[in-house]
């Protein structure tokens, strides 16, 4: 969220990556014995024997481990990839934890030879008192490295092993490094946690390849992935840490944990009394006096991210593909595509209430199931084969986009709904934080914008409720957008007149004791640097403000101008204007951090065509001037990528459409593949489409840490440029599959009430939604920008709607949408993009033999007596035309009647 505020919360020193600093190395770097394993340089510690190098052939020096720090990480402490961690009991005896990081022994070497490559007894290592012994071996096997870990247990009595973790360190860290630096040399993790049929894929940060999958070796299933806490900063007792610093720069490492039942039980990590449930049943394994059992991992490469699925088959893995994705709305049933080398047993699905499956006929090679949602929630889909081995699919069902929608909406706007006109500060009226748990507005929190409609944090709430109205406008609600934008917004938020006119302010609330002594809570401790003083919180310098305030009023222009009598309080010219006065200002107030890509920058891009359609030149021209100095400067960055924090997933989007709209389609290419390098495609709707964010729970949420968020705002904003992308080249299947993931995943943060969460904690003592609504507007922008249907032929799984339902006839296919808004539609086949200011479509055909989209319009409202439809083909063919209307700024008007209207669209 912001570069500045983490050094005093988490007390780190973070080098910002304009500059490199150098990598510390606390002592020498360990001796390496290294070897040629397939495609890859292998070397492994001489006197641990644990991995030191994972490097592609070929590659240029890159390495997916953190082999530059290994002097830094060579002591007790720091996990490496061969590690160990344990939790177990003998008979009923208390759980006790080992960790064979922690305090290193001299491993015992055993022989090696053929395809060993090498072989130790660690068991020393693991700690006095260990009842077992622990034996590793690395071994070449069918072209690739594999690790395997041998528990045995030598003595009389039975031992029950409740966790069993394979610590997976690989280099995410970006400290010390430039932006070009960490694009070349850092990869991200991201876990498929699917039990038998779970991966992990780790990506280099620049979306090139090779990827690495990390596969599971005969009974080594994917059963959950924890953190591994920092040394120093984890509860008491807990052990399964490590010493290298997690930070906004460094996410930090985690473990495959192959059993995990055992965490039910652990001090340091009360499962007992989370909200959620795990992703998968935990596990323990019992071994008996003599018995043992061997886990391992096997590394592959996949030649680039798009080859990951192929690679996965080449291996013999099972393969699900959801479409499109893994949420499902109760009125929009989805598809799931398996692909493995032997058959299905049996499909289960837990809650069993929670959703169907239904086999339907589907291409060769592959099963296909028709997922029909009918619960709400998160569902878990057990695949059993005949081996006994299970693939876990994680779903989440949702009400219907439009009811969600509705929804929040209404949530936004009444629970949230704060207009004390006592208020100190003069925040009525407003929309602002909710805090769930408590089940009440905030109004004072000591990260001072969270209370002051400002800032992500602050500005989420009523960001979420303007942006519903785009597609779902419902006149009461409007109403209070228009009090808010007027009221409070204007000439409180933001600067009225003067040189500064346009300027947006950090925060409506602030702390100052002197002026209001009776005002601030007593249990809340105001001594931080996150509580603002006025002077603080009426600075103009933040960027980051700029694009919330925009969209608000870009909004409220569209609905006036487009609609009939949804707007009332000024005409549709005045809200332009303040948009415009916007876009400035924050070129001219906030210059530093405009360097920058913003979140929700697309909005700039779209009050800019708008100045264009409605003939104001002048102020045209100046939006676009400003905007291509930021252009020309992106486009001399090798990675153009920067932010307040020293990595961000936050300014990517609106680089990619400033350099697609200025013509510069190589930038918009290296950004398009660096979003594919931290957001994937895995069958879990958590992590399907979820662009990377670990900090801003710091900054947004009510449980303060760093930790993998799930479906922050960065899913459905990275989400933006990837549709882009694919209606440029819609052979790339991929692009809308991770699209749609973030779009979708972006939903499931909205509760049944309508409440929206800022996102979900992936760690397992939580396991649930953040209670603080937070900035998940911002994500909520992207999706309601977003929001579409497309219909799709795949040459491998035949047609496909991502958004609709399809049917096939003999001379058309059909697709009815249920993306929530209904108002774009993507025809693949034709290329053509079909785009409404006003009305709905209700269903919309592709006749291939005549080459023509007939789209079927809802009737008429009291607010819409026309419908505005604009067809584009970003692949860079000929836009088709309507059979009918009148073109009026960039948009055919077509009148709509008592009933449906058909509109027919063909090549002119």
């Known amino acids: 969220m912001r570069h500045d505020k983490l050094l005093p919360i988490m007390a780190l020193t973070i080098a910002p990556l304009a500059a490199a600093a150098p990598v510390p190395q606390a002592a020498p770097r360990p001796a390496e014995d290294r070897y040629a394993v397939g495609a890859f340089d292998l070397a492994l510690r001489h006197d641990t024997q644990t991995l030191a190098r994972l490097a592609p052939r070929g590659a240029g020096g890159f390495d997916f481990v953190p082999s530059n720090r290994a002097g830094e990480r060579r002591g007790d402490g720091y996990n490496h990839i061969g590690d160990v961690h344990v939790r ?106 699917g039990q038998d049929a779970g991966y992990l894929q780790v990506t280099r940060l620049n979306g090139k390849g090779p990827a690495l999958l990390v596969l599971p070796e005969a009974k080594t299933p994917l059963e959950a992935y924890r953190i591994l806490r920092q040394q120093g900063r984890a509860p008491a007792g807990d052990i399964f840490t490590d010493r290298s610093p997690r930070e906004q720069t460094s996410e930090g490492f985690y473990d495959w944990m192959v059993a995990s039942a055992g965490m039910a039980a652990d001090p340091a990590n009360p499962i007992a009394g989370r909200k959620g449930a795990p992703w998968n049943p935990g596990t323990s394994f019992t071994l008996a006096p003599g018995e043992r059992r061997t886990v391992g991992v096997r590394f592959v490469a996949a030649p680039a991210i798009r080859a990951i699925e192929p690679t996965l088959t080449a291996q013999r893995r099972p393969v699900a593909i959801g479409i499109p994705g893994y949420v499902v709305p109760t009125d929009a049933p989805a598809d799931l595509f398996v ?28 099963a296909r199931y028709r997922v029909t949602g009918s619960g709400w929630g998160r569902a878990r889909v057990a695949i059993t084969y005949a081996d006994g081995s299970v693939q876990a699919v994680h779903y989440y069902v949702t009400k219907p986009l439009a009811q969600v929608s509705a929804d929040l909406g209404r949530f936004a706007t009444s629970r ?35 209370a002051g409609m400002s800032d992500e944090g602050g500005g989420g709430a009523w960001v979420a409720a303007a942006m519903k109205q785009l597609d779902h406008p419902e006149p009461g609600e409007v109403a209070k957008l228009e009090r808010l934008i007027d009221e409070t917004v204007v000439g409180k938020l933001q600067v009225a007149d003067g040189a500064h006119a346009g300027g947006v302010k950090k925060s409506l609330f602030w702390y100052d004791p002197a002026r209001f002594p009776d005002y601030y809570a007593k249990d809340i401790d105001w001594s931080t640097w996150a509580s603002w003083k006025k002077d603080q919180a009426d600075d103009l310098g933040r960027s ?58 697309e909005v700039f891009l779209e009050i800019l065509r708008d100045l264009k359609r409605e003939g104001m030149t002048a102020q045209a021209n100046e939006v676009e001037g400003l905007m291509r100095s930021r252009a020309d400067h ?10 307040e924090m020293a990595w961000d997933s936050t300014g990517q989007p609106e680089v990619y459409a400033w350099m697609q709209y200025f013509g510069f389609p190589d930038k918009a290419a290296v950004t398009r593949e660096v979003i594919l390098g931290y957001d994937p495609t895995v069958p879990h709707w958590g992590y399907n489409g979820n662009a990377r964010r670990y900090w801003d729970f710091l900054y947004g949420g009510k449980i303060k840490r760093i930790e993998r968020q799930l479906h922050h705002y960065g899913s459905a904003l990275n989400a933006v440029p990837l549709f882009d992308a694919y209606r440029r080249d819609p052979a790339d299947l991929h692009l809308l599959r991770v699209a749609y993931g973030g779009f979708m995943g972006g939903i499931t943060n909205v509760d049944r009430e309508g409440f929206a969460s800022a996102g979900f904690h992936s760690e397992p003592d939580v396991m649930d939604w953040d209670a603080m609504t937070g900035d998940y507007g911002m994500g909520y922008f992207g999706h309601a920008y977003a929001a579409a249907t497309y219909l799709v032929r795949d040459p491998a799984l035949g047609w496909l709607g ?44 592709w006749q291939p033999a005549r080459r023509r989209i007939v789209v079927t319009l809802d009737p008429a409202t009291a607010t819409t007596p026309a419908a505005r439809l604009a067809v584009e083909a970003p692949a860079g063919g000929k836009a088709y035309a309507p059979n009918g209307g009148r073109m009026e700024r960039g948009f055919w008007t077509i009148p709509l009647g008592s009933g449906a209207t058909t509109v027919t669209l063909e090549p002119r």
């Open 416 to 450: 949230q709904w704060f207009d004390d006109k006592a208020d100190p500060f003069g925040r009525a009226p407003a929309i602002l934080t909710y805090d769930r748990q408590a089940n009440r507005i905030v109004t004072q929190d000591q990260r001072v914008w969270i």
């Open 88 to 193: 177990l009991r003998t008979g009923t005896g208390a759980w006790r934890d080992f960790a064979s990081a922690n305090a290193r022994r001299p491993i015992r070497v055993l022989a090696a030879g053929g395809a060993t490559i090498a072989r130790a007894d660690i068991t020393a290592s693991m700690g006095a008192g260990f009842p077992l012994t622990v034996e590793r071996t690395w071994v070449r096997q069918d072209g690739a490295p594999v690790l395997r870990i041998t528990l045995a247990n030598p003595g009389r009595q039975p031992v029950e092993v409740g966790e069993l973790g394979l610590p997976m360190v690989f280099d995410n860290i970006i400290s010390g490094r430039s932006l070009e630096q960490a694009h070349a040399q850092a990869s991200f993790v991201d876990p498929y946690i």
């Open 634 to 643: 992106w486009r001399t960055l090798a990675y153009p990528f920067g932010s």
């Open 802 to 845: 991502f958004g609709g339902t399809v049917d096939e006839g003999r001379d058309a296919v059909g697709v009815v949408p249920h993306d929530g808004a209904r108002t774009r539609l993507f025809v693949a086949p034709a290329g053509q993009w079909i785009t409404l200011a006003a009305g709905t479509i209700a269903r919309a055909e």
């Open 339 to 366: 692909k493995a080398p032997q058959s299905i047993r049996s499909v289960a699905v837990s809650p069993a209430d929670a959703m169907t499956l239904t086999r339907v006929a589907g291409p060769a090679g592959w």
């Open 544 to 601: 980051y403000n700029y694009p919330h305030v925009a969209a608000g009023h870009w909004v409220l222009y569209r609905l006036a101008r487009n609609h009939v009598g949804l707007v009332t309080g000024h005409e549709w010219r005045w809200y332009l204007d303040w948009a415009y006065r916007t876009t400035v200002a924050m070129m001219r107030d906030a210059p530093h951090y405009a360097q920058f890509g913003q979140m929700e920058g």
